[in-house]
């Protein structure tokens, strides 16, 4: 799936080649990231990880988003977009194109952790759809800071599906 939603940047699914710029944003803008062989192979993990990528009109990448699913459910491992692009729509199109790619999967419930301090993604969430549903304090081992816990329904069961006790 590709998603244009302007002229300069476009939303894919990222490929094993992508993995240079996906570190290299995760350590600009996240403080941190995987290896790019590391990376690459996540990239090419078909079948349990799922990476979008924006990229601006030259093929740089500018954003990702990535997470892991197993079943009926998915984690958002990380979500950065470059300063020069944010408040532009890139997080937003990229969240749409994995979720849009998640409903295929039939994955139910998508979660994330987001730090407690970290307001602007946590309304960014909320306003796509994430309900905050805990709290796990002491969560990141640099600031021993809390995290929040977020989840989204993505789909509803089947009728007749077997559905795990509590849902």
Same mark, same amino acid.
């Given at each position: ?5 302007? @002229?300069?940047?476009? %939303?894919? !699914? ?7 710029? %996906? ?37 740089? &990448?500018?954003? *990702?988003?990535?997470?892991?699913? &197993?079943? $009926? =459910?998915? =984690? ?5 977009? &470059?300063?020069?692009? !944010? ?20 994955? !139910? *419930?998508?979660?994330?952790?987001? !730090? ?7 309304? *960014?969430?909320?306003? %796509? ?7 796990? @304090?002491?969560?990141? /081992?640099?600031?021993? =800071? ?6 989204? &329904?993505?789909?509803?069961? $089947?009728?007749?599906?077997?559905? /795990?006790?509590?849902?």
């Amino acid at each position: 799936m590709t998603n244009r939603f302007d @002229s300069t940047v476009t %939303i894919r !699914r990222a490929v094993s080649s992508d993995a240079r710029g %996906i570190r290299v944003i995760g350590q600009h803008c996240l403080g941190m990231s995987w290896s790019e062989k590391t990376l690459a192979a996540d990239l090419d993990n078909i079948g349990r990880s799922l990476y979008f990528v924006a990229v601006a009109f030259d093929q740089s &990448v500018i954003g *990702f988003v990535s997470c892991w699913y &197993v079943l $009926d =459910e998915a =984690e958002i491992i990380d979500l950065a977009v &470059v300063s020069e692009y !944010r408040r532009q729509g890139v997080a937003f199109g990229m969240m749409a194109a994995l979720r849009a790619e998640l409903q295929k999967l039939h994955v !139910r *419930f998508l979660r994330l952790e987001v !730090r407690e301090t970290n307001r602007i993604a946590r309304l *960014f969430y909320q306003r %796509i759809g994430f309900d905050e549903m805990g709290y796990r @304090s002491d969560y990141y /081992p640099d600031t021993r =800071e809390a995290a929040m816990l977020m989840e989204q &329904v993505l789909n509803e069961p $089947d009728a007749g599906a077997n559905t /795990p006790p509590g849902r």
